[in-house]
């Protein structure tokens, strides 16, 4: 058995380290790699049973990384480190894990306990959750405050300062297919439309962007994604 510990600090990687040897020595040896892109390569070389990804590393994100290796190995055991509670990730996460597959997503708050915990879970075959974030979690399994592929779409698209016109040609819709995509993503966060007077405090797209970056539905990677993934089916369809 071995377990692999992916995070660009070194201080966090020896924390982690650290808490394993003295809790898990029988999980020995324990190695260390400094991005994604090496976690990667170095699960495939090593097949460890279990990896700690931290979620912003250079060169591949956690996630991405998460992603690739389950892809290769699936039955690698993953936890995520982070900083975040942010809802993004755990979206991202869960796009990613298999149905039936383990992993953990550890706050880098935790307590020593806690860390342990987690990998215990996971080498045993269950999930563990940051109580951190529990919250969060549930939240994204509500229907009626969880967003929809389409309605997460539609408000990357406004973040980005889309019109409804320019929303509907890059994602191949209607404005009116547009339209009643922001009306459920706006009543999903609660914003208010106008009143049977016409008066109303907020714009809505931008009240709607505001309350996603509050909630931690998007941020600034996010966004980047979105935009290089416009640009380059821009490029496409002029080519």
Known sequence: MTILIADDEERDRSWIKELLEKNLPEQAPFHEVADGQQAVETVLKIKPKLVFLDIKMPALSGIKAAEQILQSIPNTGIIILSNFSDEVYVRQLWKVVPADGVFGYVLKSA?????????????????????????????????????????????????????????????????????????????????????????????????????????????????????????????????
């Open 111 to 239: 307590s020593n306990e806690q860390v342990i915990e987690a990998a215990k879970a996971v080498l045993g075959g269950d999930c563990w959750i940051h109580p951190g974030i529990s919250r969060v979690i549930q939240r994204t399994q509500n229907r009626a405050t969880s967003l929809t592929p389409a309605e997460f779409e539609a408000l990357a698209c406004i973040a980005l300062g889309l019109t409804d016109s320019a929303i509907a040609r890059r994602l191949y819709l209607t404005e009116k297919a547009v339209q009643s995509r922001l009306k459920s993503l706006y009543s999903k966060m609660a914003i208010q439309g106008r009143s049977e007077q016409g008066d109303t405090e907020h714009n809505q797209r931008c009240r709607a962007v505001y309350m996603a970056y509050k909630r931690g539905l998007i941020n600034q990677s996010e966004l980047d994604e979105w935009e290089s993934r416009f640009l380059e089916n821009k490029a496409g369809s002029e080519s």
